[in-house]
């Protein structure tokens, strides 16, 4: 008689299910990761204030927000979107999860008034607040724009201090690179890897759906979670394993949220600090 065995450990807490859609029928093939997470979840937003964070704006610089474009309301972060900057964490991180919770609102603003929703999390933060363009930190960015949210951008100063590795389809979309998991091995100091399935018809427009897009519709809640672990980084967006690199340099820093002329809502900022190995 076969016998099954059930193991289990506190230091596993759960497995992580995940499925990618694959490249030819558009059917799906389970992908299962297990990790091992501790119990050091901290909330980086705690629903009441901005606690652990400071803002930074274009042309304005630190804590100086008189069009109140970062607020907390009804328990969630606004971000009106209306000037260009970012929140940023006092804390630098290194392996972690970062759970997050957004939705768009309505408004959008000058220069982006048509254009697609856009803002983005930008992790491994290192140097001084504006060194990208007057208003980032370089960075690695995981995007979150309509059509495009997972998408990966290195914000760098086009050194090999700012890099990703992932492995990528033949065939580019425009001037980005498109992740595949059996892909050829690409390294990058600037520009994109898109997300797996981003439409190779995307348009900079307000409002944009892809045909095969996994971002629900504004005004939608969406799970977006961001995997650090030593050099990596693994984005899944509700659910669905949607791009990973390797390779990545550098692979701690501090944690930016953007304004970048979209409405958008953040009800839920958790992190939890990976078991090293």
Not at 57 to 80: A, C, H, Q, Y
Request: net charge negative.
């Amino acid at each position: 008689m076969k016998k099954i065995i059930l193991l289990t450990t506190f230091s596993i807490l759960f497995i992580l299910i995940n499925e990618v859609k694959s490249y030819g029928q558009g059917s799906q093939q389970q992908v299962v990761a297990l990790k091992q997470y501790n119990d050091n979840t901290t909330k980086l937003f705690n629903g009441n204030n901005l606690d652990g964070w400071y803002s930074f704006l274009k042309n304005r610089g630190r804590d100086n927000d008189p069009k109140n474009v970062f607020t907390v309301e009804d328990g969630m972060v606004r971000i009106s979107g209306e000037e260009w900057g970012c929140i940023t964490t006092l804390a630098e991180y290194e392996n972690f999860k970062l759970v997050t919770e957004f939705k768009w609102g309505e408004l959008s603003f000058e220069p982006r008034l048509d254009k697609a929703r856009d803002s983005g999390i930008l992790l491994h933060s290192q140097g001084e607040d504006g060194s990208k363009n007057g208003t980032w930190i370089h960075s690695i960015e995981c995007q979150i724009i309509e059509g495009g949210t997972g998408d990966f951008i290195v914000v760098g100063d086009g050194s090999d201090q700012f890099q990703i590795t992932g492995t990528v389809a033949m065939e580019k979309q425009g001037y980005s690179y498109v992740f595949q998991p059996d892909g050829i091995p690409t390294t990058i100091n600037s520009g994109h890897i898109n997300w797996f399935d981003h439409d190779p018809e995307w348009k900079d427009m307000f409002g944009f759906r892809g045909e095969n897009d996994i971002e629900k519709t504004a005004g939608k809640w969406n799970k977006l979670e961001c995997i650090a672990e030593d050099d990596q980084l693994t984005i899944f967006l509700n659910g669905i394993l949607i791009n990973k690199a390797t390779n990545v340099k550098p692979s701690k820093g501090r944690i930016q949220i953007q304004s970048e002329g979209a409405e958008i809502f953040f009800r839920k900022i958790e992190l939890t600090q990976l078991s090293k190995k």
